[in-house]
C-alpha cells in the first residue's frame, strides 16, 4: 500500500478528513497548509487547483472534497468497518452523505452568511428551504443510533461533521435528536484524538 498523504490546515474543513484518518488506524503523514501562502503555492495547485484544503494522494491519485475522501477511505480500507456492508446499508449511506455534501452544506452556509431563498424561489435552490432541510436531518436520524442504523459508518463522520459545527456557531437549530447524536459522536475516542492534533497544531503556529 501506498503511502497515503493528509494536505491539512487545522482551522478548516479538513478536520473532517482527519477524523476520518483517525477512525481508520491507518498511517498517513499530514502536510500542514497555511491560507494564501503554501495553500495558494504552485506545487500544491498542482494537486489541487481549487488551492483548499482537505486533499489526500494516495495510490498515485489525488481526492479533494470531504465526502468524496471520506468515501474513498472507507472503500480503500475495507477492514476498517467504515463502508456499508448490506444493501440497506448501502441505500442509506449513499443517501445521507450526498445530502451532508448537497443539500445540508448549503442549508447551513445560506444560514451562517445571513442568505435566504427568496420567497417562491425555493425549486431553484438545491436545497430548497432550511426547514425542509432540518426535517431530512431528523429522517436521517430516527433509525439510529447512527445513519445506517446500528453500525457507525464514514457517512457519520461527514453528517456527523456538519451537525456538530452548524450547532456550535448557530447555523443549526439544536434539536433534542440533533443534540443527543452529536453527544454519541464527541464519545468516540477517533474524534477526541483528531481534535488534540489539530489543537496542538494552532497553539504550535500561534504560541500565546
Not at 497555511?34 to 481549487?50: F, H, I, Q, V
Not at 444560514?111 to 431530512?136: D, N, Q
Not at 446500528?150 to 434539536?175: C, H, I, P
Request: glycine share 8%; charged share 20%.
Amino acid at each position: 500500500m501506498s503511502e497515503l498523504v493528509f494536505y491539512s490546515n487545522p482551522q478548516s474543513r479538513a478536520r473532517i478528513v482527519s477524523w476520518m484518518l483517525e477512525e481508520l488506524g491507518a498511517s498517513y503523514r499530514t502536510v500542514w497548509l497555511d491560507y494564501g501562502t503554501s495553500m495558494k503555492a504552485p506545487e500544491y495547485l498542482r494537486l489541487n487547483p481549487m488551492g483548499k484544503v482537505p486533499a489526500i494522494a494516495h495510490d498515485g491519485k489525488v481526492i479533494t472534497e470531504c465526502g468524496a475522501i471520506c468515501a474513498y477511505l472507507a472503500a480503500a480500507f475495507p477492514e476498517q468497518g467504515l463502508a456499508p456492508r448490506t444493501a440497506a446499508e448501502r441505500a442509506d449511506y449513499y443517501r445521507w452523505l450526498f445530502f451532508a455534501a448537497g443539500p445540508l452544506e448549503q442549508a447551513l452556509t445560506a444560514r451562517a452568511l445571513g442568505w435566504e431563498v427568496p420567497p417562491g424561489r425555493e425549486a431553484m435552490a438545491g436545497f430548497g428551504t432550511y426547514a425542509s432541510v432540518l426535517e431530512a436531518l431528523e429522517l436521517a436520524l430516527q433509525n439510529g443510533p447512527w445513519i445506517c442504523g446500528e453500525r457507525f459508518t464514514a457517512a457519520d463522520v461527514y453528517v456527523g461533521a456538519s451537525v456538530n459545527w452548524g450547532m456550535m456557531f448557530g447555523a443549526l437549530e439544536k434539536r433534542p435528536s440533533f443534540e443527543a447524536y452529536a453527544a454519541r459522536l464527541l464519545e468516540r475516542p477517533a474524534l477526541q484524538r483528531s481534535q488534540a492534533l489539530n489543537e496542538e497544531r494552532i497553539k504550535a503556529t500561534n504560541p500565546a
